[in-house]
C-alpha cells in the first residue's frame, strides 16, 4: 500500500515532442504528489506538486495530471528540450511531515 | 546561502569499516531524512527525524545508524553490518509549516573497496 509505481523507465524523446510520465499509487491516505527531476551526480529538486482537490497543475512547460478515482497521476513536459533530459521521480505522502515515498524513476532523453 | 550541505562528497570504505555521513542544513527545518538510491531503485528511506533527539527506521535501516543531538544536523553512520553499502546517500529536509516539500542535499557516493 505504501508504494507507488512509475512507468516507464526510460523514455527518448524528441525535441519539440511531448513528454508523459505516469504514476499509480494503492493508499488513498495519500494527500500530496510530488514531481522531482535529478540531474546526474545531483541531488534532486522539486519540480512541481499537486494535491487531490485539483485534477490539473501548470507551471510553464510541466503540467500535472491527477486522477482521484483512477488513483494515478502523471507528469506531461510540453515543448521538452535536451535540457530537461534527467531522471524524473513520482512521489507521494500522507499528511504531516510523514516521509515521501518515491517511485523507482524514469530516465528522460530529449535527442534533437 | 540556505540549504543542505553533505560531505563529504565522494568516500571509499574498506569492508568491515565504520563510516559516517555528514549532513547540516541551516533552513530551520524541523525534519530531516536519509536516503539511498541505487540505479532503478528509486530513492529507499533510511531514517527519519522530526524533532531534536528523535529518529524513526525508515525501510532499509538494517545495517545503518543516525543521530540528531542538533535540530541542523543529522549524520548518518553506515555500519559493518551493512552488507551492501556501495550507494550514492542522499540527505534531505522539510520545513514542517508547509507540508511535505522536501529539499535535497547534493549527495554523498559511498563505494566499498
Known amino acids: 500500500q505504501q508504494q507507488v509505481k512509475q512507468s516507464p523507465q526510460s523514455l527518448i524523446v524528441q525535441k519539440g515532442g511531448i513528454s508523459i510520465i505516469n504514476c499509480a499509487y494503492e493508499n488513498t491516505a495519500f494527500d500530496y504528489f510530488p514531481w522531482y527531476q535529478q540531474f546526474p551526480g545531483k541531488g534532486p529538486a522539486l519540480l512541481i506538486a499537486?494535491?487531490?482537490?485539483?485534477s490539473e497543475k501548470k507551471e510553464g512547460r510541466f503540467t500535472i495530471s491527477f486522477n482521484k478515482s483512477a488513483k494515478q497521476f502523471s507528469l506531461h513536459i510540453m515543448d521538452s528540450q535536451p535540457g530537461d533530459s534527467a531522471t524524473y521521480f513520482c512521489?507521494?505522502?500522507?499528511?504531516?511531515?510523514?516521509?515521501?515515498?518515491f517511485g523507482k524513476g524514469t530516465r528522460l532523453s530529449v535527442i534533437a | 546561502d540556505g540549504g543542505i550541505t553533505q560531505s563529504p562528497k565522494y568516500l571509499f570504505r574498506k569492508e568491515g569499516q565504520n563510516v559516517t555521513l555528514s549532513c547540516e542544513q541551516n533552513?530551520?527545518?524541523?525534519?530531516m531524512y536519509w536516503y539511498r538510491q541505487d540505479p532503478g531503485q528509486g530513492l529507499r528511506l533510511i531514517y527519519y527525524s522530526q524533532i531534536v533527539n528523535d529518529f524513526q527506521k525508515g525501510d532499509i535501516a538494517e545495517g545503518y545508524s543516525v543521530s540528531r543531538e542538533k535540530k541542523e544536523s543529522f549524520p548518518l553512520t553506515v555500519t559493518s553490518a551493512q552488507k551492501n553499502p556501495t550507494a550514492f546517500y542522499l540527505c534531505a529536509s522539510t520545513e514542517g509549516s508547509t507540508g511535505n516539500t522536501i529539499y535535497f542535499g547534493e549527495g554523498s557516493w559511498l563505494t566499498v573497496v
Open positions: 533552513l530551520n527545518h524541523d525534519a
Open positions: 512521489a507521494a505522502s500522507m499528511k504531516g511531515n510523514t516521509p515521501l515515498v
Open positions: 499537486i494535491r487531490p482537490d485539483v
